[in-house]
């Protein structure tokens, strides 16, 4: 019992609060998490997501649950456990959260992707493994668009699908005039912009809500602007747009039409540096969430006041 109360304080006494440099326009303000079974600890937290009252929900991995927390990393809750049924799960690595506080879960090891209510009592579920409407073969990222439209990456099929919120199919979209097909994550901007992240060839892409290319940016590597095996994009408020460059243990900052900003992080365990950050999200008032895989825990970032820089 002792040595239980020991793991769960350690994984509560790990919120680091703070301020210190990141970037140039951002600054480290805090992390939790330590690599365990226990509330408030993970085992490859893959992904991170905010809901629409600030909720931080965290697709705890390899604990096969999602846990969720306030802003600033305080334990609220988790659901799911290891299983096939109804609300369980084997490898879920996305989360995402609609408007109305709806939490979505994309399971690659079950092809499928589950939903579940903002009180977190599971709702539905589609897909299995398969080519065909509204099956996968490795889902690995969920955007909503303006309308609640859910996409969701369908990684080894080389295509994205979309669904009404409940499930139902509506059409799919493959890449076939420029040839790139390993995406691995998508975020959508209020206005239907469409921002797709492809792993293996180190690129942005994005599109209008009717799917017609409107540019691209980055390329494999390690310099400013280029990408190496990324793992996640997202969108701010304003519109910029973040990569969890996973390979390159760090996040780059760019505006929407893909101009750099700014980048933070490099290999490490101390404040604002990561090891394989796979999951990003931002926050209505601009917090930046990075999934730090590698090291199982969650960072967060703001943006820098005119003291900070």
Same mark, same amino acid.
């Given at each position: ?29 805090? !992390?939790?998490?330590?690599?365990? *079974? /226990? ?10 997501? $905010? ?18 927390? !306030? ?35 994309? @399971? ?8 579940? !209510?903002? #009180? ?14 509204? #099956? ?36 799919? =979209? ?9 995406? $691995? +994550?998508?975020?959508?901007? &209020?206005?239907? %912009? %469409? ?11 994005? /599109?209008?809500? #009717?799917? #017609?290319?409107?540019?691209? =940016?980055?390329?494999?590597? +390690? ?10 994009? &997202? ?9 969890? @460059? ?15 900003? !700014? ?19 931002? *926050? *209505? ?25």
């Amino acid at each position: 019992m002792y040595k239980l109360l020991i793991n769960f304080l350690s994984c509560v006494l790990l919120l680091t609060p703070g301020l210190t440099a990141a970037g140039n326009d951002y600054v480290y303000a805090g !992390s939790w998490g330590v690599s365990a *079974a /226990f509330n408030g600890c993970f085992n490859i937290p893959y992904d991170v997501a $905010v809901g629409p009252e600030g909720i931080v929900y965290v697709a705890d991995t390899g604990n096969a649950r999602v846990q969720y927390f !306030s802003p600033e990393g305080i334990f609220l809750g988790a659901f799911g456990s290891g299983g096939n049924g109804d609300g369980e799960f084997r490898y879920p690595t996305t989360v995402a959260v609609a408007d109305n506080g709806n939490i979505y879960v994309a @399971d690659i090891y079950r092809d499928d992707v589950q939903f579940f !209510s903002k #009180e977190k009592e599971f709702v539905g579920k589609w897909g299995g493994p398969g080519k065909g409407p509204g #099956e996968f073969h490795g889902p690995a990222g969920i955007a909503f668009g303006p309308l609640g439209t859910v996409f969701v990456v369908d990684y080894n099929n080389s295509r994205i699908q979309y669904f009404k919120p409940g499930g139902e199919y509506i059409g799919e =979209w493959r890449c076939k005039e420029f040839r790139y097909t390993d995406f $691995v +994550s998508i975020a959508i901007t &209020a206005e239907g %912009i %469409i921002y797709l992240l492809n792993n293996t060839s180190g690129k942005v892409m994005y /599109f209008d809500a #009717e799917w #017609e290319f409107l540019g691209s =940016w980055g390329k494999m590597g +390690s310099g400013l602007g280029e990408f190496l095996y990324p793992g996640d994009i &997202a969108v701010g408020p304003n519109g910029d747009v973040f990569v969890a @460059d996973n390979y390159n243990h760090r996040v780059q900052h760019f505006t929407a039409e893909g101009s750099f900003v !700014s980048a933070w992080g490099n290999d490490g365990l101390g404040p604002g540096e990561f090891h394989y950050p796979a999951g990003i999200a931002v *926050a *209505a008032d601009g917090t930046v969430y990075v999934a730090d895989t590698g090291n199982g825990r969650i960072q967060y970032f703001r943006p820098a006041a005119p003291d900070d820089k």
